[in-house]
């Protein structure tokens, strides 16, 4: 067949139009910083931060981008960086003792990584987490859909709250066996950061809430929208679903596309009392709203199960107060053991296919995470429901899950509780 100009020009130029995405260079610098956590006027928080404050800048890639962060520690103490929720290249993923070195005090670590899945991340330390990140080493890591949903904002709403002093300083108990043996480290201030101060009526928003505190869960109300809720820990549902209660573990997300009807108010349940989190203002309107449906986000490409699994294990939480007697060594333990194994939990090929039941034996509620996959949560009737990073499992109750390892590498599985996993609550499985 005779070649065209047309057809000759279109096929050299696919060839030659590189295929290889677009690297983001970025630099995060680990330092003492001052914050006003506290309303303006009162006191200010000395804390960590990166480039200058908490939360740290927000990190914004497009799916499948490279990302290369220069991570420059000038924190005083060891440190590392995790980018929780990302199917990361294992040796990027910022655990000190399985997948590198604590980064020393005044040195700098390059990590570069693709991120292969669309959605709301963050990024954290790993390293004496417990208190860093409850001193403010966090931030948003946000990546864009290759054709992002219609909306007119996009806004990041991180919840943390702060065990604080009258003055506003951080309270500095952060080895308090009270915390550690109970709940974890609960605040007594609570507060969402938001990037945004206010919107208009009428404008449709994707609001992206990540509970970036210690220990407490969230169970999160917001007021002044309507829309729905459409993705979990940064994978979309299948479905879009009415946006009730969010109840939000440490470390979950949570996107919500919906059209803006009044003020925008965020607040939580704690007891009978519903407290504020924060308001975004929806000041003058928008003369032409939205009135297209709220439809699915795209999949990501997430290797899937309808729920046939290849091996069936447990995993028994114990320890805490008023948890009675357990085997292992320290405050809390996975399966008799308290804290990182030699040995994995268990090793798998990759492609592998594991239900896991999560046991807790314990008075008190776990918010279990795992390292650089997605699992369904298994709905009562053995369905795989969404897909999640991080599962709340409530004291004395069991919930079962199912992973295709996909990602080989050494991953941890731990509790974002934070005091909880440095007191025992963690461990690790190799997929090969
Ligand atoms: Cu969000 Cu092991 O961490
Ligand atoms: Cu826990």
Known sequence: ?????????????????????????????????????????????????????????????????????????????????????????????????????????????????????????????????????????????????????????????????????????????????????????????????????????????????????????????????????????????????????????PAQRADIIADVAGNIEFSFWTGHEQYPLATIDAAGSNPSPRTSPIVPLPPNDVATTNGDEDMHVTLRMQGGAMGGQHPGDDIWSFNGVSGLPDEPWFEVQQGTVVGMTLVNDTSFPHGIHLHGQHFHEVDGGGKPGPLRDTTLVDARASRDIICVFGNPGKWLLHCHMLGHATTGMETWVEVT
């Open 1 to 249: 067949m005779p070649l065209s100009r047309r057809t000759l020009l279109a096929s050299a130029a696919a060839t030659l139009v590189p295929t290889w995405s677009k690297a983001n260079r970025e630099r995060l610098t680990a330092e003492p910083v001052v914050a006003q956590i506290l309303p303006e006027g009162s006191g200010t928080t000395p804390s960590l931060g990166f480039n200058g404050g908490t939360p740290g800048p927000v990190l914004r890639v497009r799916q499948g981008d490279e990302l290369h962060v220069n991570f420059e520690n000038r924190t005083g103490e060891p440190s590392s960086v995790h980018w929780h929720g990302i199917r990361i290249d294992n040796a990027m993923d910022g655990v000190p003792g399985l997948t590198q070195d604590a980064v020393p005090d005044g040195e700098d670590f390059e990590y570069r990584f693709v991120t292969p899945d669309a959605g709301t991340f963050w990024y954290h330390s790993h390293s004496r987490s417990w208190q860093q990140v409850a001193m403010g080493l966090y931030g948003p890591l946000i990546v864009e859909e290759r054709e992002p949903p219609d909306v007119d904002a996009d806004i990041i709403v991180m919840i943390d709250d702060w065990w604080l002093e009258q003055d506003g300083e951080l309270r500095d108990d952060f080895n308090s066996m009270f915390h550690f043996s109970h709940a974890g480290r609960l605040g007594n201030y609570a507060k969402a950061i938001v990037s945004q101060s206010s919107t208009l009526k009428g404008n449709r928003v994707r609001l992206r809430l990540i509970n970036v505190a210690n220990a407490r869960v969230f169970p999160v109300d917001i007021g002044g929208v309507e829309g729905n809720l459409v993705a979990l820990d940064g994978m979309p549902l299948k479905k879009v679903e009415p946006i009730d209660t969010i109840h939000l573990a």
